[in-house]
């Protein structure tokens, strides 16, 4: 049974993401008791799978290890993966929260040596890259995975697969009667964390995601720029694996349509821009890549980091949106519209279409099992009868890596407020 | 004709985009457009020659207030209702509807063009219709096919040969039509009385907008 300590003076936080994660490390270090639930098996959530950060073009193992050291620093934080909540009854300043907890069938004995991974022969789904290739059922979710320790995927149990892991193991750490159990424990005050998902891009008929290979998203891009990814790094599209040199962007791919998402995500504009940069960074002046635009939303400061993309000879600026996606007899998917600056009709066939997804709340047709207000897009809204829950990052609002930390502070300052009521430190 | 249409003018001034909310049916809509072309890349007809103006364009045009190039414009003509824009638009502006409503409004003052291709079967088809309540397809197709002359009507005639003897083995068209007999409704006065009272009330409706 795992045991967690958490009284009403505890602060729950609900997702491990760059917000969850921000909001339980902003609350434990002004010495409040946090418990943070993830339901990966790992934290850093979407953050992690991205190549780069906009606009410094760092990369965001960077910002996330910083992350993490304050985490392995700080006692008061407790941190459960694979971990979903289930259930919240009580009121602000005593909830009761029940939490399911997967089994991962490997213990806190595991290296990370990679011995289970060898042993094993069974493939599934990799989820962190999207789908975009096959992992082994014992793995390492990522390089950057914290807790540093491997997986083993429920479906080998009970397999001879299972048992070749667990012999493979030198130290003891893979525990096949690992079972899932439920949790209950105590909070003052909850920070609901749990981000956003890419818009299906199937419910886009005339985009024909689910028709074309060659048609991909903007998350499945960062995927394959990053040099962790299932391409190495090198931007080769689906169909035939050749180098995908001439690259469209299209954005608003779901948002500002009342049809799919009904505001602007916010972030796919400059997502878009960024990608541009790792076409010129892999191919130089051969690299191509064009936008098709509303509008380009570079909010704020972002503006410089536009004009900078805008003045790149290599990217091309189309004011429409795409119509249509066709493929040609080559296997190119053809970009079908109308320019509506001089209203010229344009047929372009491109190597690769990216869909700037637009971002849809993970909350959004999941029943949260509290008393919580959302709008009309799904996002949670502040709810003034039930102030001891908080949403913070992409759970409220589309925002980007930065807002989403804004907005976590913002959450986890809420419910400090709480939680010290609790504890009549403040009036 | 041409009165309604200085007389529109003149009530309106240098604000089409006010003329066209209050007179056009679904003309409140133009401004909810955001310009982002999904509309014409979507439109079938959009490689025809006489395509001169596409929707989004048109609603620019109207909120500029360019009055002469929109009432001079093929474009709101050229839809042939496919619904495309429709179902796609981010805005859900009822792209087609406008456009039967803008083409609409053209003609009422006097504005459309003479030789207009689908305006000519819009207006067939409608006199057609309205006549019994139900379309005699045969006087339809006839009136279509001898737009250019009896010589070209006759040529569409022997072409589509196969297809009517088709339909006409299968029930689904009545050559005695041709004569005027076929299918109708029960109650022809019924409709013309309804007919005729919802044209006056929509001129009615139109006349007392925008002179307040």
């Not at chain 1, 080559?330 to 491109?350: D, F, L, M």
Request: hydrophobic share 35%.
């Amino acid at each position: 049974m795992t045991s967690v300590v958490a009284t009403n003076q505890t602060i729950l936080v609900v997702g491990g993401g760059i917000s969850g994660m921000t909001a339980a490390l902003e609350a434990a270090e002004t010495g409040k008791q946090v418990v943070l639930v993830e339901k990966n098996p790992y934290l850093g959530g979407r953050t992690v799978q991205l190549y780069r950060y906009f606009p410094k073009m760092c990369h965001p193992t960077c910002g996330l290890e910083i992350n993490l050291r304050r985490l392995k620093a700080n006692p008061r934080i407790q941190v459960l993966t694979l971990a979903e909540v289930t259930g919240i009854t009580g009121t602000k300043g005593a909830y009761s929260v029940s939490v399911k907890l997967k089994p991962r069938y490997v213990n806190s004995n595991c290296t990370a040596c990679g011995e289970c991974g060898k042993a094993v022969s069974t493939e599934i789904d990799d989820e962190f890259n999207y789908n975009l290739g096959k992992i082994k059922a014992a793995y390492l979710p990522s390089n950057m995975a914290y807790p540093q320790r491997y997986v083993i995927d429920p479906s080998i149990i009970g397999t001879p697969d299972a048992d070749k892991a667990k012999a493979a193991c030198k130290y003891d750490a893979v525990n096949l009667d690992d079972q899932e159990e439920t949790i209950n424990l105590s909070a003052g005050a909850i920070v609901w964390a749990t981000g956003w998902k890419p818009y299906d891009a199937e419910k886009i008929v005339y985009y024909g995601y689910d028709r074309f290979p060659n048609v991909i998203t903007n998350v499945e891009f960062e995927r394959l720029a990053d040099p962790h990814g299932p391409t190495g790094g090198k931007i080769l599209r689906p169909s035939d694996g050749k180098e995908a040199k001439n690259i469209a962007f299209i954005q608003c791919a779901g948002s500002r349509d009342e049809n799919h998402l009904r505001h602007c995500s916010r972030f796919c504009c400059m997502g878009s821009l960024k990608q541009t940069h790792y076409v010129q960074e892999k191919y130089g002046d051969e690299g191509k890549s064009t936008i098709y635009f509303i509008d380009i939303r570079a909010i704020d400061r972002f503006e410089d980091f536009y004009q900078k993309v805008k003045a790149n000879p290599n990217v091309t600026f189309v004011k429409s949106k795409v119509a249509r996606i066709t493929e040609d007899k080559a296997g190119n998917p053809v970009c079908n519209g109308v320019n509506t600056e001089g209203y010229i009709r344009y047929a372009n066939a491109h190597d690769l279409v990216v869909l700037a997804l637009g971002m849809e709340p993970a909350v959004k047709g999941v029943n949260i099992p509290a008393e919580v207000m959302s709008d009309s897009s799904g996002f949670l809204m502040a709810d003034p009868a039930n102030a001891g829950i908080f949403g913070a990052g992409c759970a409220t609002n589309a925002l980007d890596v930065n807002r989403a930390v804004q907005s976590a502070t913002a959450a986890a300052l809420r419910a400090i407020q709480v939680v010290n009521k609790v504890a009549r430190a403040e009036a | 004709m041409s009165d309604l249409n200085q007389e529109m003018a003149d009530r309106y001034k240098n604000n089409f985009l006010k003329e066209i909310e209050e007179q056009a049916e679904m003309g409140e809509w133009v401004k909810m457009c955001m310009q982002c072309g999904l509309c014409s890349g979507s439109c079938p007809t959009n490689f025809h020659s006489g395509w001169d103006h596409p929707p989004q364009e048109i609603f620019m045009l109207i909120r500029a207030g360019k009055r002469e190039e929109v009432l001079n414009s093929q474009g709101m003509y050229m839809c042939t209702s496919c619904y495309n824009c429709y179902v796609r638009c981010p805005r859900k502006v009822p792209v087609t509807h406008v456009m039967h409503g803008i083409a609409e409004y053209a003609y009422r003052i006097g504005r459309a063009p003479k030789a207009q291709p689908t305006m000519h079967l819009s207006k067939t088809f409608w006199t057609n219709a309205t006549k019994t309540g139900r379309v005699n397809e045969v006087q339809l197709t006839q009136s279509l096919y001898f737009k250019e002359g009896i010589g070209a009507g006759i040529k569409k005639a022997m072409e589509m040969q196969s297809e009517a003897l088709g339909l006409v083995k299968a029930g689904r068209l009545n050559p005695m039509e041709a004569l005027g007999m076929g299918h109708k409704c029960k109650d022809i006065k019924g409709i013309h009385a309804m007919l005729a009272k919802a044209e006056e009330l929509e001129a009615r409706n139109k006349a007392a907008k925008g002179k307040e």
